[in-house]
């Protein structure tokens, strides 16, 4: 049994390690060091800790040609001087403590359709089953029905992605550290503004935005929206203003940095792996940097830059090109051996499910889950190595960040990384073989690979011939910077003036035509930063080739959130006189049994008056399941009686009118509609409209029904956050419900209604 220590032991020791630096010895004995399965400290220094994971790798190396010695990988590793493994590495590598994946990032997502309520607990299971295991967990909710569509349940329609989307939160709230998890959304997804504003603590969110949206964005155009996504014939489809929606992105980004802005088009048209069938992008890890195809993991490594600056900081600064493509490309072997290990972490996890003492079904999901994981890493063995240190590199070799001479550095050092991984990666094709998907002609039109043959045409004529043997090799780690620079002992730069976004943003652009993952930038803004210059640099991150931006801007407690509801519901203005026609929401719910719809009228977006009438019968409302918008057109006939008639357009594209709602309705169903439209033409806010309709005493049981329709209808004008006092949570009984998106959300234990 290995020595145990206690936590002023081993800080003590990484205290004289680091030479009394505190920040760098608190942050190793925490994250990075050997603890047992009680939490434990289990080595005295980093030094350990090296030789623990050089151990390991050279094990690996051992079953393949050439291999690379313990001690040579030690000295790469020693005092974080040259190669850094990210945590789980670290903490991981040879560590037979816990069961746990050596993988930072995963990504879930099931084939075809995954919008059945089995699908989405399916994931939610899955998603659970990774996070106890420590890894960041990304998965895509685009292919879920938005809200308000037909669906064959009790409910007759979608309650939309929102209380999933809180679902998922929720658990990773239980499980996870806060930024464990990434929801995505494409910007085509009807619902994707309710999505935007549903930021949570314990997860991340990012909108996948196409180049149609930009272009709409940056002409001023409207764009299309629709469900199913990629249907030729939609069953949901509208148009909306781009610039509306972006305006709202760009508040909350300002305001919580949320949601992520990701080039979709471009990241999948771009990158390697996109170029295989099996191995489509689905959504990113969750701090960006990695796109991942279902149950596809990745391994994080940086090699500190600032190691191969010779005489720093003086008139003989250079840098050692030779040393850094000598060690790129036995970092790459050292990462291609960590998929072996990572392989033989996921088959202890298996053994140790296969001793649980729950049944095989209990088990099922969990297991299956790692067959699957387990499956994708072998087929393409995905790695990525980054650099560590760069705007420290820069200074010490006398030139100025943001500088078109710092830039030109910057983008030869990432096309001397990307061709020295590559490089070794066919080699090691050569010596272990491809990963098993590999095929030169399907990779032959992409833009990355194409650089590297017009770069170096030897290697890409090796690689032709001989393959490559990781599918994907390069990538930044953006969410542990931090803490691996203090562990590297960087020195400490003063930011120059003169540094801007728009310059980041170029150079960015650059950096990203030598990585064939994501190379994130993330632009710092102070608080008095307006909107309109968050959206000049995402614009220019498009414009530019980035892939991932994120623009930040210090924190300012007087900035709310933006959603449809602040945007959409201002406080209304009382107009008596109603218009001719009026935009239409259509609502469909059960009576007694017996299908019905209301029509709610908006005006300026706020309802205006509601109709209802039973849908399905030789003398009702006879509508397609489609349809989910029109308009209400008053007619006054020449006798001078009015009729009031709902206009849609069918899929088509034609026009088609259903006349005389009002001859819809039997006489008290009328009356009270009247008294209900009446109500809210006079802008009494929408939540005391739904509690008078509730406290209606009406004797009949079918008008009770139809009631409670009513309230359900209207709940989705209610501008969210508005409390519901005097309403009780059915599951805990507190009175902290609030009213989300068309349903009422209990505070206190996360309850639906």
Same mark, same amino acid.
């Given at each position: 049994?290995?020595?145990?220590?206690?936590?002023?032991?081993?800080?003590?020791? +990484?205290?004289? $390690?680091?030479?009394?630096?505190?920040?760098?010895?608190?942050?190793?004995?925490?994250?990075?060091?050997?603890?047992?399965?009680?939490?434990?400290?289990? *080595?005295?220094?980093?030094?350990?800790?090296h030789r623990r994971m050089a151990k390991?790798?050279?094990?690996?190396?051992?079953?393949?040609?050439?291999?690379?010695?313990?001690?040579?990988?030690?000295?790469?590793?020693?005092?974080?001087?040259?190669?850094?493994?990210?945590?789980? &590495?670290?903490?991981?590598?040879?560590?037979?403590?816990?069961?746990?994946?050596? =993988?930072?990032?995963?990504?879930?997502?099931?084939?075809?359709?995954?919008? =059945?309520? /089995?699908a989405i607990m399916h994931i939610d299971?899955?998603?659970?089953?990774?996070?106890?295991?420590?890894?960041?967990?990304?998965?895509?909710?685009?292919?879920?029905?938005?809200?308000?569509?037909?669906?064959?349940?009790? !409910? &007759?329609?979608?309650?939309?992605?929102?209380?999933?989307?809180?679902?998922?939160?929720?658990?990773?709230?239980?499980?996870?550290?806060?930024?464990?998890?990434?929801?995505?959304?494409?910007?085509?997804?009807?619902?994707?503004?309710?999505?935007?504003?549903?930021?949570?603590?314990?997860?991340?969110?990012?909108?996948?935005?196409?180049?149609?949206?930009?272009?709409?964005?940056?002409?001023?155009?409207?764009?299309?929206?629709?469900?199913?996504?990629?249907?030729?014939?939609?069953?949901?489809?509208?148009?909306?203003?781009?610039?509306?929606?972006?305006?709202?992105?760009?508040?909350?980004?300002?305001?919580? +940095?949320?949601?992520?802005?990701?080039?979709?088009?471009?990241?999948?048209?771009?990158?390697?792996?996109?170029?295989?069938?099996?191995?489509?992008?689905?959504?990113?890890?969750?701090?960006g940097e990695i796109q991942l195809s279902?149950?596809?993991?990745?391994?994080?490594?940086?090699?500190?830059?600032?190691?191969?600056?010779?005489?720093?900081?003086?008139?003989?600064?250079?840098? !050692?090109?030779?040393? %850094?493509?000598?060690?790129?490309?036995?970092?790459?072997?050292?990462?291609?051996?960590?998929?072996?290990?990572?392989?033989?972490?996921?088959?202890?996890?298996?053994?140790?499910?296969?001793?649980?003492?729950?049944?095989?079904?209990? #088990?099922?999901?969990?297991?299956?889950?790692?067959?699957?994981? $387990?499956?994708?890493?072998?087929?393409?063995?995905?790695?990525?190595?980054?650099?560590?240190?760069?705007?420290?590199?820069?200074?010490?070799?006398?030139?100025?960040?943001?500088?078109?001479? +710092?830039? *030109?550095?910057?983008?030869?050092?990432?096309?001397?990384?990307?061709?020295?991984?590559?490089?070794?990666?066919?080699?090691? +094709?050569?010596?272990?073989?491809?990963?098993?998907?590999?095929?030169?002609?399907?990779?032959?039109?992409?833009? %990355?690979?194409?650089?590297?043959?017009?770069?170096?045409?030897?290697?890409?004529?090796?690689?032709?011939?001989?393959?490559?043997?990781?599918?994907?090799?390069?990538?930044?780690?953006?969410?542990? #910077?931090?803490?691996?620079?203090?562990?590297?002992?960087?020195?400490?730069?003063?930011?120059?003036?003169?540094?801007?976004?728009?310059?980041?943003?170029?150079?960015?652009?650059?950096?990203?035509?030598?990585?064939?993952?994501?190379?994130?930038?993330?632009?710092?803004?102070?608080?008095?930063?307006?909107?309109?210059?968050?959206?000049?640099?995402?614009?220019?991150?498009?414009?530019?080739?980035?892939?991932?931006?994120?623009?930040?801007?210090?924190?300012?407690?007087?900035? *709310?959130?933006?959603?449809?509801?602040?945007?959409?519901?201002?406080?209304?203005?009382?107009?008596?006189?109603?218009?001719?026609?009026?935009?239409?929401?259509?609502?469909? %719910?059960?009576?007694?049994?017996?299908?019905?719809?209301?029509?709610?009228?908006?005006?300026?977006?706020?309802?205006?008056?509601?109709?209802?009438?039973?849908?399905?019968?030789?003398?009702?409302?006879?509508?397609?399941?489609?349809?989910?918008?029109?308009?209400?057109?008053?007619?006054?006939?020449?006798?001078?009686?009015?009729?009031?008639?709902?206009?849609?357009?069918?899929?088509?594209?034609?026009?088609?009118?259903?006349?005389?709602?009002?001859?819809?309705?039997?006489?008290?169903?009328?009356?009270?509609?009247?008294?209900? =439209?009446?109500?809210?033409?006079?802008?009494?806010?929408?939540?005391?409209?739904?509690?008078?309709?509730? =406290?209606?005493? &009406?004797?009949? *049981?079918?008008?009770?029904?139809? #009631?409670?329709?009513?309230?359900?209808?209207?709940?989705?004008?209610?501008?969210? /956050?508005?409390?519901?006092?005097?309403?009780?949570?059915?599951?805990? /009984?507190?009175?902290?419900?609030?009213?989300?998106?068309?349903?009422?959300?209990?505070?206190?234990?996360?309850?639906?209604?």
């Open positions: 049994m290995a020595k145990t220590l206690t936590f002023d032991e081993a800080f003590a020791a +990484a205290l004289k $390690y680091f030479g009394g630096d505190n920040v760098a010895s608190e942050v190793w004995v925490k994250k990075y060091a050997l603890k047992d399965s009680d939490g434990n400290v289990c *080595e005295l220094t980093p030094d350990e800790m390991e790798i050279a094990r690996v190396e051992a079953r393949y040609p050439n291999p690379v010695d313990e001690s040579e990988i030690f000295g790469l590793l020693e005092h974080f001087r040259y190669l850094i493994p990210e945590s789980r &590495l670290m903490s991981g590598i040879g560590n037979n403590y816990v069961a746990e994946s050596l =993988s930072s990032c995963f990504a879930i997502g099931l084939k075809g359709s995954s919008d =059945s309520y /089995g299971e899955e998603q659970v089953q990774l996070l106890k295991r420590r890894g960041g967990v990304g998965h895509d909710l685009s292919q879920l029905r938005p809200k308000g569509y037909a669906v064959k349940t009790s !409910n &007759l329609t979608s309650i939309g992605l929102v209380p999933f989307m809180e679902r998922y939160s929720n658990t990773a709230h239980e499980i996870a550290p806060e930024g464990s998890l990434v929801l995505s959304l494409s910007v085509r997804h009807p619902e994707v503004e309710a999505f935007i504003g549903m930021k949570n603590a314990a997860t991340n969110v990012a909108v996948k935005i196409d180049d149609e949206f930009m272009k709409a964005v940056i002409n001023n155009r409207q764009y299309a929206q629709q469900f199913p996504l990629d249907a030729q014939t939609p069953v949901v489809k509208q148009h909306i203003e781009a610039t509306d929606l972006w305006q709202i992105m760009m508040h909350n980004v300002m305001r919580s +940095a949320q949601p992520e802005i990701l080039f979709w088009d471009r990241i999948t048209r771009e990158s390697v792996s996109d170029c295989y069938d099996e191995c489509r992008s689905i959504c990113t890890n969750p701090s279902a149950y596809d993991s990745c391994r994080l490594l940086v090699m500190n830059l600032y190691s191969y600056v010779q005489n720093p900081f003086s008139s003989s600064a250079s840098f !050692n090109y030779e040393l %850094f493509d000598r060690h790129a490309r036995i970092a790459q072997r050292i990462m291609d051996d960590i998929v072996d290990l990572e392989l033989e972490k996921i088959e202890h996890i298996l053994e140790k499910i296969d001793e649980d003492p729950e049944s095989d079904e209990v #088990k099922y999901t969990e297991k299956r889950l790692w067959e699957k994981i $387990y499956e994708k890493t072998k087929l393409i063995r995905r790695t990525g190595i980054g650099l560590l240190g760069e705007d420290e590199t820069v200074e010490a070799m006398n030139l100025r960040n943001g500088s078109h001479d +710092a830039a *030109e550095f910057l983008s030869g050092v990432y096309r001397n990384l990307a061709l020295s991984v590559y490089s070794s990666s066919v080699q090691l +094709a050569k010596e272990r073989g491809t990963f098993g998907i590999y095929n030169g002609e399907k990779e032959a039109e992409n833009a %990355f690979i194409n650089r590297i043959k017009d770069a170096d045409a030897c290697l890409f004529a090796e690689m032709q011939k001989y393959g490559r043997r990781n599918i994907s090799c390069l990538a930044s780690v953006r969410s542990e #910077k931090k803490s691996l620079a203090a562990l590297a002992h960087l020195p400490v730069i003063q930011e120059r003036e003169g540094n801007d976004g728009i310059a980041k943003l170029k150079l960015y652009g650059e950096l990203q035509k030598w990585s064939d993952h994501a190379v994130a930038v993330d632009i710092m803004l102070s608080a008095k930063a307006d909107e309109s210059l968050a959206s000049k640099l995402y614009i220019e991150a498009w414009r530019n080739g980035c892939w991932v931006c994120n623009v930040r801007c210090e924190k300012n407690e007087e900035t *709310e959130p933006m959603s449809k509801d602040s945007v959409v519901f201002k406080q209304p203005i009382i107009t008596e006189v109603r218009p001719q026609s009026l935009e239409c929401d259509v609502v469909r %719910f059960q009576n007694n049994k017996e299908k019905w719809v209301a029509f709610v009228g908006l005006l300026d977006g706020y309802p205006y008056e509601i109709f209802t009438g039973l849908q399905d019968d030789e003398e009702g409302i006879v509508l397609p399941k489609s349809v989910t918008k029109g308009k209400i057109i008053k007619n006054v006939l020449p006798d001078g009686t009015k009729r009031y008639d709902f206009q849609f357009q069918n899929k088509r594209g034609y026009k088609t009118t259903v006349e005389g709602l009002s001859e819809k309705f039997n006489k008290e169903y009328w009356n009270y509609a009247k008294l209900i =439209s009446g109500v809210l033409r006079y802008r009494m806010p929408t939540h005391y409209v739904i509690k008078l309709v509730g =406290s209606l005493q &009406l004797e009949s *049981e079918s008008i009770n029904t139809w #009631k409670n329709g009513v309230k359900q209808a209207l709940k989705k004008y209610v501008v969210n /956050g508005t409390e519901a006092k005097g309403v009780m949570c059915p599951n805990c /009984g507190s009175e902290s419900l609030v009213y989300q998106d068309g349903n009422l959300i209990c505070k206190e234990c996360g309850e639906i209604r």
